[in-house]
């Protein structure tokens, strides 16, 4: 399968800071990434699809302005949490989509926000 | 109702056994379906497609049900690497295709 990484793994960070996770496709070229937000024993849920050279789709009461999101190669998309808060702490993950086959999702090794 | 339910769990069972877990879906309009595998903090890793035929990939078996809207997987020789929350997937449909579903996920834990 495709294989993907996030940078950072983990991040601590104050309240009112902008934090910035990586997502990189390493071994092939994704047109498409898709950033998910999971909670503590929830489900993952879709936060935005992020489309390499165009603006990221975002779900239904996800904040735009306060989750950036940047797919400006085939293979680096960003999240930027601005002025975090501790109820964005969470795991956020990344995923690719291959395109092929049954089109999987493969997933990033996840970043876990803790905001103080 | 919930696109994708699963039982939440935990499944605790002896190394041995076999365990079925079922997952409901509510868009009749779903093409493909998953179960991915997610281990305590980490990233879901996929387990296996399921197919329409019913599939199976050595102690795992899926199965799909069109007409009742379920997916269920059965694991049979359980071994302690099993235990994970088991992801139920349904892929969107319509304008949001690509989209990916999941459900709560299913604990199991096998035990010694």
């Known amino acids: 399968g495709a294989v993907v990484s996030q940078h950072p793994s983990w991040v601590i960070c104050k309240s009112g800071t902008s934090v910035k996770i990586e997502c990189r496709s390493l071994?092939?070229?994704?047109?498409?990434m898709f950033w998910y937000r999971q909670f503590p024993k929830q489900s993952l849920m879709l936060m935005a699809t992020?489309?390499?050279?165009?603006?990221?789709?975002?779900e239904q009461g996800v904040e735009k302005d306060k989750f950036l999101i940047n797919h400006a190669s085939l293979t680096l998309s960003t999240l930027t949490v601005t002025s975090a808060h501790p109820e964005d702490s969470s795991f956020y993950i990344c995923s690719t989509r291959t395109g092929w086959g049954t089109d999987t999702q493969y997933f990033g090794p996840g970043t876990r926000l803790t905001v103080l | 109702r919930k696109e994708v339910e699963q039982d939440p769990g935990p499944f605790n069972v002896p190394e041995g056994a076999t365990v079925a877990f079922n997952c409901t879906y509510s868009?009749?309009?779903?093409?493909?379906f998953f179960w991915y595998r997610q281990d305590c903090r980490k990233e879901p890793k996929l387990l296996m497609s399921v197919y329409s035929s019913g599939n199976e990939d050595g102690r795992f078996t899926a199965q799909l049900n069109r007409a009742s809207q379920y997916i269920s997987l059965l694991i049979r020789d359980s071994k302690l690497s099993d235990s994970a929350t088991y992801l139920c997937v349904v892929k969107g449909s319509g304008s949001g295709t690509y989209k990916y579903i999941f459900g709560t996920g299913t604990r199991l834990k096998v035990l010694a």
């Open positions: 071994d092939f070229q994704a047109t498409t």
């Open positions: 868009n009749s309009a779903s093409q493909s």
């Open positions: 992020s489309n390499e050279g165009s603006k990221a789709t975002y």
